[in-house]
């Protein structure tokens, strides 16, 4: 029997004529007897004990006679099944239903006795309770395994984390009112108000009136919290903790540990705490917020949402040769085979760091600059590795100033706690498999932009040794004009000994050739040698701001960049990893944007081919077409376009150019006279990677475009989401290559150390993996999220701080919602399919009839408008199923297709025949003559339009591409479902198409870097239908150009479909594109 059908007296005081049930005087007495045993109701003389009823709750220690009266008179608290009060901790004893059988059963199990906290909440409670039992129960696993192990432990009171737990336990329990049928409970109403305001950014005010208002609308008697201060205390029982920490007013040091008590700081001596009245409390002149990291590792192993993918990483299966996560890649590998012990235990956690500034101002408030240190997990799938929900943000670093070579003051805390989680780990309830483990964690590298590299890593990021690859064997030098660092020329080197280009002394400096092998990469401990040789001292051991110019090691700027010794350095395994520091490829990638764009339409203030560029010149290359006259004109270069030119690459780029819908910004609202401005990141990278293979083929000279075309190229090839190793292999090749191409072309002052720094993505690539989970992306836009977490503008850093912490509440318990509660994660996005397909009451019908898909837009029913279309449709799906039909080749139905072969089918099938399947049957009857039409189709990620809805938008999402021996492209014209007649009721859906001929050379042509088809020319078969499951997505783009031509050919892009899953879970966002094409191989110019 279980516990609540053992004390249902409890909750059963009053018969139908108000008096006192004998049974619940006998189980009072029972509960009596317990309570006196108690250790701390023996310390009180047998005279005090808690009140369990419900107006104290168990919050007020009571004289035992005045319990016993407030017990007879109101009864029970709701829910108070497990005295955990009074006796019983979680799995504490089953007591009878009676005083006399409570003390002779001595307080043992019953038979049927069921675990109240792990197994089944009051069953008259609804699945809702469930939940919340279950979320409770995963929050809190070493309070829960605490109490499940002391069924022969003399009893104690619950220390607080046990108080805590049992108090959350009853508020998922307790009912939002007597009688609530629909299995509200005081907790779950509060966590799903907190989802509200999180998942809504919602204003406190606006909350507190919810609260009021929703606890007003209620029966009087109901427990529901009435102002957000109230849900608040409730839910961050499930929270997770954080922390302050002082620091001092000019960053030199943090008030913490053994400098706690420190009443100024220890380098620059000023005070600690601002000067305050008598009886005030003190208030630092600044402090950091610290969230720490080991409890936010276990919440991962505490949910069921992530708690058996965190050994994703160890139980994938990977292709060999190709590399599509980090786990895949050889730093990855490399850092298992040094460290076995680690490797062993799947369960361990690889984390990345991240970091850089925001004003949560924005650009046209006051100068504030805040740095989060951010953290991601690499353990889970590509699906939820780098998703917001799994970013933690660590430490949020306090503003107004900028941290500068301080950084690593406020690291200390994160840097501690890391080393404790590589010694001795922390020990973590895994709730996948219910079981406690040793967790341990490895921080495998950081992620930032080039000045934050510097920051983190300690290697000064500008100057001419300002590569930290290179280090010191670099071939940078000044401009005497420009007065900046020039990285021309610095790339031969990287060629094969034996290239052509090494021993050339004119289209590079004039007079030079290079013999000297590409620089050798220094393993870490070389490193950490050299940092200790040169004597780089830690930002910690002198102070935050001793970093100055006076104070730099012998050497600097000439010899070496270290301004420091980088408290990464701290961590014990961090020499002997492959790869520490990323270079972010997004920043890189839109330098070189910025660069060509601004010296390709001559950008005033913006272009690289300036007058003190062209002063530059003569000195450095023997190019004497460029060189200003001795009248001072300055010669109009080949890779400036000319006002006709311009004119129409920004007409090309506002009217022509579109994207499918999400892709990339509307373009045409980013040019803004005659030039393009206000192009977000991500614009950059599209604009590059998409439209630079192709945009400058009729405007520039062949050799421009072939340069600018390659480097495209190369950034859309290193950015594919799978990479392979002989894709890596040939992008270290053709780099070099290309950087060569363009020093030819642009002057000098055009190479600064952004376009050095892609000659060594790939390398990074290789020991790294794929871009997409070492770039600024996805914190970029976490960093953004929180900028909007900033409600209060006076107290910015705590508004930040309790935003993500309610944040991080709200992740952990929206899971465990009813599946109709709607949240932010749930609510089906815009290319949403429906997920399911149809589903049949037989087995064997074709997955050509169960595509997941979804209509959308104005939904009609018509009738078939031409006979041909109807036959041509039940062709289409005779062809599909053909290997059903007995007898029939391939040759005979392509013979037959144009002879009504599906009229030649249904004649040749008997009816009834039970050969074929009922499906059978009923397809070749032939669809009724009713169909459903709709303007846009959602399936597999994609979302369709057809021409006529879609050709007057701003985007572009009727190209459609078919796959085969010969690929066709073509218009979509039609979105058609079709049904069958009969007991099934088969429906599929079709696309009719207006394709164009695929006749190569004639109607479409290859070129090194994708495909055109000719817009004039069409496929002269009819064969418009396809099936919609077959259908992948592509825009058509034409090419920006002057003259006229009687050819006009569309370059084809082809589009990745948005949020599917490939392979092992593997998200696809937009921008990339999932395996990279055969790369071309870059060529010399001629």
């Given at each position: 029997m279980s516990i609540y059908q053992l004390r249902e007296w409890m909750y059963n005081r009053q018969d139908s004529d108000g008096l006192l049930r004998k049974e619940f005087r006998d189980g009072l007495e029972g509960f009596m007897y317990q309570a006196s045993t108690l250790q701390i109701t023996i310390e009180s003389g047998n005279k005090y004990m808690y009140c369990p009823c419900p107006k104290c709750m168990n919050r007020k220690f009571l004289l035992f006679s005045r319990v016993w009266s407030h017990l007879l008179n109101r009864g029970f608290m709701q829910n108070y099944y497990i005295w955990y009060c009074h006796g019983e901790g979680h799995g504490g004893n089953a007591a009878s239903s009676s005083s006399s059988n409570y003390i002779n059963e001595g307080m043992h199990f019953g038979e049927n006795y069921v675990d109240p906290v792990l197994e089944h909440p009051p069953v008259n409670y609804g699945s809702e309770v469930h939940r919340m039992h279950e979320m409770v129960t995963d929050a809190f696993p070493e309070t829960a395994s605490t109490f499940r192990d002391t069924h022969n432990v003399a009893y104690e009171e619950p220390n607080a984390d046990a108080?805590?737990?049992?108090?959350?336990?009853?508020?998922?329990?307790?009912?939002?009112?007597d009688g609530c049928t629909k299995g509200h409970t005081k907790l779950s109403v509060a966590a799903r108000m907190m989802t509200l305001k999180t998942d809504g950014n919602i204003s406190q005010f606006i909350m507190d009136g919810w609260a009021d208002l929703i606890k007003d609308i209620l029966p009087d008697d109901n427990v529901a919290t009435d102002s957000y201060y109230e849900i608040q205390k409730l839910v961050f029982s499930l929270g997770l903790p954080s922390q302050m920490i002082d620091v001092c007013v000019d960053n030199c040091m943090l008030y913490w540990k053994d400098d706690d008590k420190l009443q100024e700081c220890r380098f620059c001596h000023k005070p600690r705490y601002k000067p305050q009245g008598r009886g005030r409390n003190k208030v630092p002149y600044q402090r950091m917020w610290y969230l720490p990291i080991k409890d936010r590792l276990r919440r991962l192993y505490q949910s069921e949402r992530t708690a058996g993918l965190m050994r994703w990483h160890a139980d994938h299966s990977q292709t060999e040769g190709e590399i599509r996560h980090p786990s895949d890649a050889k730093a990855w590998k490399h850092f298992q085979a040094v460290?076995?012990?680690?490797?062993?235990?799947?369960?361990?956690?690889?984390?990345?760091?991240?970091?850089?500034?925001?004003?949560p101002f924005g650009m046209s408030g006051r100068q504030y600059s805040l740095w989060p240190i951010i953290l991601t997990p690499y353990n889970l799938p590509p699906d939820m590795c780098m998703q917001r929900e799994f970013l933690i943000m660590s430490i949020l670093i306090p503003g107004p100033k900028h941290p500068r070579r301080s950084l690593d003051v406020f690291l200390q805390p994160l840097i501690e706690e890391l080393k404790e989680l590589w010694y001795t780990g922390a020990r973590t309830y895994d709730l996948s498999c219910k079981r406690n483990f040793t967790m341990r964690a490895v921080l495998m590298w950081t992620i930032s932009d080039f000045p934050a590299y510097g920051m983190l890593s300690g290697?000064?990021?500008?100057?001419?040794?300002s590569c930290p690859y290179c280090l010191d064997r670099t071939d940078a030098f000044q401009l005497k004009h420009g007065r900046k660092t020039s990285w021309f020329d610095c790339h031969r080197r990287f060629l094969p000994l034996n290239h052509r280009y090494r021993r050339n002394n004119k289209l590079f400096k004039k007079n030079k050739t290079v013999r000297v092998p590409p620089p050798v990469i220094l393993s870490g401990d070389a490193i950490e040698a050299r940092i200790d040789h040169y004597g780089?001292?830690?930002t910690v051991r002198r102070g935050g701001n001793w970093h100055t110019p006076a104070n730099m090691p012998d050497g600097y700027g000439e010899q070496h960049n270290w301004h420091k010794?980088?408290?990464?350095?701290?961590?014990?395994?961090?020499?002997?990893?492959?790869?520490?520091?990323?270079?972010?490829?997004?920043?890189?990638?839109?330098?070189?944007?910025?660069?060509?764009?601004?010296?390709?339409?001559?950008?005033?203030?913006?272009?690289k081919d300036s007058v003190k560029s062209r002063l530059d010149l003569p000195e450095i290359c023997s190019r004497s077409e460029l060189h200003i006259t001795h009248e001072g004109e300055v010669p109009v270069a080949i890779f400036q376009l000319r006002a006709a030119e311009k004119l129409s690459l920004f007409k090309w780029a506002t009217a022509d150019v579109k994207f499918p819908d999400g892709y990339v910004s509307n373009l045409s609202k980013c040019v803004q006279g005659q030039k393009f401005s206000v192009m977000k990141s991500h614009d950059c990278h599209v604009f590059m990677?998409?439209?630079?293979?192709?945009?400058?083929?009729e405007l520039l000279h062949p050799e421009v475009h072939a340069a600018i075309a390659a480097i495209g190229a190369f950034f859309r090839d290193l950015c594919t989401r799978t990479l392979t190793v002989d894709v890596i292999c040939k992008l270290q090749e053709n780099i070099p290559m290309v950087l060569c191409?363009?020093?030819?072309?642009?002057?000098?002052?055009f190479f600064d150390v952004m376009e050095h720094l892609a000659v060594h993505l790939p390398y990074e690539a290789e020991l790294g993996g794929p871009v997409h989970y070492r770039w600024m992306y996805t914190f970029e836009r976490f960093m953004g999220y929180l900028k909007g977490k900033a409600k209060n503008l006076a107290r910015v850093e705590g508004s930040i701080v309790s935003g993500s912490l309610s944040q991080e509440t709200s992740h952990f318990t929206d899971f465990y919602f009813p599946s109709k509660v709607r949240t932010r994660k749930r609510v089906p996005k815009r290319y949403d399919d429906g997920g399911v397909g149809r589903s049949y009451p037989m087995d064997g019908v074709p997955n050509i009839f169960s595509s997941v898909g979804r209509l959308g837009g104005c939904i009609k029913e018509v009738w078939w408008a031409d006979e041909n279309d109807r036959h041509n449709a039940q062709t289409e799906f005779c062809r599909q199923v053909r290997e059903c039909i007995n007898g029939v080749t391939d040759t005979e139905l392509n013979k037959r297709k144009d002879q009504h072969f599906a009229s030649w089918i249904k004649a040749s099938v008997t009816p009834g025949d039970e050969a074929y399947p009922q499906w059978f049957h009923e397809l070749i009857k032939g669809p009724i003559w009713r169909i459903t039409t709709?303007?846009?189709?959602?399936?597999?990620?994609?979302?369709?339009?057809?021409f006529n809805y879609g050709n007057e938008r701003a985007t572009a999402n009727y190209g459609v591409c078919v796959k085969g021996e010969v690929d066709f492209y073509g218009m979509l014209q039609d979105i058609i479902e079709v049904q069958y007649p009969g007991m099934l009721g088969l429906r599929c859906i079709l696309f009719k198409c207006d394709w164009f001929d695929p006749t190569p050379g004639r109607g479409v042509r290859e070129n090194k870097y994708g495909v055109d088809v000719n817009q004039s020319r069409r496929y002269n078969k009819f064969e418009p239908f396809i099936l919609a499951s077959q259908a992948e997505q592509v825009t058509f783009v034409p090419y920006p150009r002057v003259r006229t031509s009687e050819i006009t050919w569309l370059s084809v892009v082809k589009v990745s479909p948005r949020g599917t899953i490939v392979g092992d879970k593997d998200d696809i966002p937009p921008m990339q594109q999932d395996h990279c094409s055969v790369i071309a191989e870059a060529e010399e110019n001629t």
């Open positions: 108080r805590k737990f049992f108090d959350t336990l009853a508020a998922a329990d307790q009912p939002l009112y460290h076995p012990d680690f490797a062993s235990e799947k369960r361990n956690v690889y984390l990345g760091l991240c970091t850089d500034g925001f004003s290697w000064t990021t500008h100057g001419r040794l780089a001292e830690s010794k980088s408290i990464f350095w701290d961590l014990p395994y961090w020499s002997s990893h492959l790869l520490r520091h990323n270079l972010d490829v997004i920043h890189i990638e839109k330098n070189f944007f910025d660069n060509i764009m601004h010296t390709v339409l001559n950008v005033k203030g913006k272009t990677e998409r439209l630079f293979p192709f945009a400058f083929a191409n363009m020093e030819q072309i642009f002057p000098p002052a709709a303007p846009m189709y959602c399936t597999r990620g994609y979302v369709f339009h057809t």
